[in-house]
């Protein structure tokens, strides 16, 4: 079946630094890829979806891209702040209206 | 604004006890779905619908049942609840032909003593 890989558990990072987080996918079908984005105490909302079709997505300085040749997916913000610290989901919209397939997360701490 | 409620935010339940989590969205999706979230496993879905009538089962439903009364609300139900359902559960709705854009809403927080 579909599945996801995230393995960076956490990443601490100081104001102005430059974010990666990499996302393996394995599915049989076009992948959707998208993006979540969870603060503390609310529940996940999309950030950005990348498909086949535009291969790369940009929100609120984020920006998403994917390589079909490895099967990853990558999220990158160049410069973060300290309100970017969150977790980020990495996730692979499986067959229609039967959910989403979520990577464990990656737990992002800013520090000013 | 989407809008995704869910009740309880947070409930204590007994083993063996019957724990009813409710979810409302005033946003005409037709899809919904129940998810719960732990360390180390991230988000699993759970339970989905269709619409109204329908339920689907995810990738972990033994222990719950699922109920779509109407459009707007979807229920996940534990008959006999056991500790290993101490977790946190998501409702989601997506509307058709989108199902990438779920909206969550704020969580239940649940402990199963």
């Known amino acids: 079946g579909d599945s996801v890989t995230q393995k960076q558990g956490q990443v601490t990072l100081s104001e102005d630094d430059f974010l990666f987080i990499n996302c393996t996918y394995s599915?049989?079908?076009?992948?959707?890829l998208l993006w979540y984005v969870q603060y503390l105490g609310q529940g996940p909302q999309l950030l950005l979806k990348?498909?086949?079709?535009?291969n790369k997505g940009i929100s609120r300085g984020f920006e998403a891209t994917y390589d079909k040749g490895t099967t990853s997916f990558h999220l990158q913000k160049a410069s973060v702040q300290e309100s970017d610290s969150a977790v980020y989901f990495c996730?692979?919209?499986?067959?229609?209206?039967?959910?989403?397939?979520f990577g464990l997360g990656t737990r992002v701490s800013v520090f000013p | 604004e989407a809008a995704v409620t869910q009740s309880p935010r947070n409930k204590v339940a007994v083993t063996g006890g019957k724990v009813t989590l409710s979810c409302n969205q005033t946003?005409?999706?037709?899809?919904m779905y129940w998810y719960r979230q732990d360390t180390g496993h991230g988000l699993r879905l759970i339970h989905y619908?269709?619409?109204?009538?329908?339920?689907e089962k995810g990738d972990i439903p033994d222990g719950y049942k699922a109920s779509r009364p109407s459009q707007e609300n979807f229920s996940l139900i534990l008959e006999l609840a056991t500790p290993s359902q101490t977790s946190v559960y998501f409702c989601?709705?997506?509307?058709?032909?989108?199902?990438?854009?779920?909206?969550f809403g704020p969580g239940t927080r649940l402990t199963v003593l």
């Open positions: 989601a709705s997506g509307g058709q032909g989108s199902s990438y854009e779920q909206y």
């Open positions: 599915t049989t079908t076009y992948p959707t």
């Open positions: 990348v498909t086949t079709a535009n």
């Open positions: 996730a692979l919209v499986n067959n229609y209206a039967q959910g989403l397939t």
């Open positions: 946003n005409n999706h037709n899809n």
């Open positions: 619908s269709y619409g109204a009538g329908s339920t």
